[in-house]
């Protein structure tokens, strides 16, 4: 294990639920094998984390650190780690994994935090951290929702100037001529399903609230539709079917019961894959109800190992350097410091949109 000279560690704990996160010091993490140690200079917060600093979602006990989304620079590497994968002093993008692993120290609120390398990936000298800190959790469930078998299986995303291609068997040819449409596409969810289904090659269709169909221009959306708009269905399904397009499926970022409902006649309407993704929890959310016709699927992480290699070691990495992949939706930066945590958690329960609730930590 190579490591640099390591301080005192901070962490925001939770000590119950409900109450607002207490700023003391935590154990210095050592990392596992395939695990780095992330010194992080910023967070992003999303609505999971709000809901567990406020309902103990997921949490077996207390005190707790929780946390997704982080960025940093590495700091320690565990021993099974290559060099030429990553080493000590690489700025990454993280997400954690204590959820699944259920210990506080892979929580990702602390100023030094240890991450499994499945979903870390180096980022460009040209991404701040701040920017950077959008993404990993809206990339892994877009991900989960698109390309996974049990989902909608499409086409995995490629970039032709940095020579990532698909593996065998996961690059289908005439996806220009299939269209994905993306339900809540300015949220962190939706604006990286529209950057992924277009690295794949398709055409996007999403919806937004008109205030942000600058967002989805700016993430290679070929067209956008306001969702708040009663005939949103008709005018959507309408373009389509002008076009001769054929459906890859829908992927309902945001998955509300109406969004649900209208992603369902979506699919059922539309000729091709009658299929609806939610951003929904699978084995926590049951699957919605579909219309005839129309099978619905929720999603959990990245279950195929070469898919999570494809996305985060591969594809993302060179996208950034490409600038491919945008870091959108844009942060919003609400402080400095562990101690801004509570006013983060707190403007996202209130609701946002079209943004990243991101802290800055350095």
């Not at 109450?19 to 695990?35: H, K, L, T, W």
């Not at 460009?124 to 920017?131: G, K, M, R, T, W």
Request: aromatic share 6%.
């Amino acid at each position: 294990m190579a490591a640099s000279n390591q301080p005192t560690n901070t962490a925001a704990w939770l000590d119950e639920a409900g109450a607002s996160f207490s700023i003391r010091e935590a154990p210095m993490p050592e990392p596992g094998p395939d695990e780095v140690i992330i010194k992080t200079a910023a967070l992003a917060v999303n609505p999971v984390d709000a809901a567990r600093q406020a309902l103990g979602f997921l949490i077996q006990s207390y005190p707790w650190i929780f946390g997704c989304d982080g960025a940093g620079v590495i700091t320690a590497v565990g021993s099974d780690i290559r060099e030429n994968d990553l080493k000590v002093g690489d700025r990454v993008i993280a997400l954690s994994d204590e959820w699944s692993v259920h210990k506080p120290s892979h929580g990702m609120y602390q100023r030094y935090v240890a991450v499994s390398t499945k979903y870390t990936c180096k980022i460009p000298d040209a991404v701040s951290f701040e920017d950077g800190v959008v993404l990993p959790l809206g990339i892994l469930t877009a991900t989960s929702m698109m390309f996974e078998k049990d989902n909608l299986e499409l086409s995995w995303p490629v970039d032709e100037e940095k020579g990532v291609t698909a593996p065998m068997g996961k690059g289908k040819p005439g996806t220009e001529k299939e269209v994905v449409v993306i339900w809540g596409g300015s949220s962190s969810v939706g604006a990286c399903a529209v950057q992924l289904a277009k690295a794949a090659g398709y055409k996007v269709v999403g919806t937004a609230r008109k205030v942000n169909f600058g967002l989805l221009e700016e993430c290679g959306a070929d067209a956008t539709f306001d969702h708040t708009d009663e005939d949103v269905v008709d005018k959507l399904c309408k373009w389509v079917e002008e076009r001769g397009l054929k459906l890859a499926g829908v992927a309902a970022a945001i998955s509300s019961d109406d969004a649900l409902s209208k992603c369902g006649l979506i699919a059922q309407r539309l000729d091709g894959m009658k299929w609806v993704s939610t951003s929904r929890a699978k084995g926590i959310s049951p699957v919605p109800e579909m219309p005839e016709g129309v099978q619905a699927s929720n999603a959990l992480g990245i279950e195929e190992p070469e898919l999570q290699e494809h996305i985060f070691k591969k594809w993302m990495s060179a996208a950034l350097e490409s600038r491919q992949l945008k870091c959108k939706p844009n942060a919003n930066i609400v402080g400095t410091g562990l101690g801004s945590l509570d006013e983060a958690c707190a403007l996202m329960r209130k609701g946002v949109s079209g943004q990243k609730i991101v802290v800055k930590l350095e």
